[in-house]
């Protein structure tokens, strides 16, 4: 629109012949202001139509199950199929530059109907997909990146918040009662971290590269209707690489890294909550070595 002033606009459309069918002309809109060459100052908006992923999605045959552990609640009176999600996305953020150093911040708002989700339902490690009827998700999201030549730095922070309503596909996955309760009151979906955050350095010496990160959060959810969450965790990863040049080939590139570093045991999931069905953890201490060769021109 000017020189400091960029909209950008877009229609998409989507039709899906699979367990529905379904169609949504979905428009986008972005407005991108720049006052100063170090500013950027961004605020838009999108409708979006995502279909269920197949491998989750195919309606099951519940009937299979009956005088099993997973013999469904004989209170539940049927199944739907699931549905694509439709949602409205608002968005709007702001990065500025300060030399080498660049700090960004930026905030957005889902409201989403027939919101997807999946959880394990079983002692296999399969998933099965549903939908909310209703959900929101917002946040916000806090970035720093620092360059200094051979040394580069970051810090991310991401608070955030997803619930949903009323399970409307794939209902004989729950008991009655969790129906009935999720009918009527927003839960926090299993997935939902409030709190995310990840830091990282690098420093090339020479022709290697050493490296170190650290990623931490508050928890995913846990308890009857995900209503606790878990505690807080943290993992710290170092590493090193090094390229080797050979004389008459390309060169090649060897690099060793540790992960987790202190070896802390956490848990990511405790089995309880919403389609969470066993525990899961963090990795323990591990040692990686990576060989890398280059091929072709250039």
């Known amino acids: 629109l000017t020189d400091k002033l960029t909209l950008n606009t877009g229609l998409r459309f989507d039709q899906m012949w699979q367990f529905v069918d379904a169609n ?52 539940v009176p049927g199944s739907s199929p699931m549905l694509p999600e439709r949602s409205h996305v ?16 930026d905030a957005y708002y889902k409201l989403a ?7 394990q339902f079983g002692a296999a490690r399969v998933l099965t997909g549903f939908n909310y009827d209703k959900g929101y998700n917002w946040g916000l999201e806090l970035s720093n990146v620092y360059t200094d030549g051979r040394f580069n730095a970051y810090l991310n922070v991401a608070w955030a918040t997803q619930r949903a309503k009323n399970i409307v596909s794939n209902q004989q996955l729950f008991t009655a009662d969790d129906l009935a309760f999720i009918a009527s009151n927003y839960i926090y979906t299993d997935h939902a971290q409030t709190i995310t955050a990840s830091a990282g350095a690098s420093y090339l010496w020479d022709k290697t590269l050493f490296s170190a ?13 995900n209503s606790e969450h878990l505690p807080f965790y943290s993992q710290v990863d170092v590493g090193a690489s090094r390229e080797f040049e050979v004389p008459g080939a390309k060169p090649f590139t060897l690099r060793f890294d540790i992960v987790n570093v202190f070896d802390t045991s956490y848990e990511i999931r405790d089995g309880s909550g919403i389609g969470v069905f066993a525990p899961q953890f963090g990795p323990r201490r591990g040692y990686y070595v990576g060989f890398s060769q280059k091929f072709g021109p250039g």
């Open 24 to 75: 949504q002309f979905s428009p986008r809109v972005n407005l991108v202001y720049k006052p100063f060459e170090t500013t950027n100052v961004h605020v838009g908006y999108a409708r979006y139509f995502t279909p269920p992923v197949q491998a989750i999605a195919t309606p099951a045959n519940f009937a299979i199950f009956n005088g099993t552990v997973n013999e469904a609640d004989p209170n």
């Open 90 to 105: 608002f968005d709007v953020g702001v990065t500025q530059k300060f030399g080498r150093y660049q700090v960004g911040v």
């Open 113 to 119: 109907r027939d919101l997807i989700d999946d959880g």
């Open 213 to 225: 990160k650290v990623i931490a959060g508050s928890g995913l959810r846990s308890g009857d209707h």
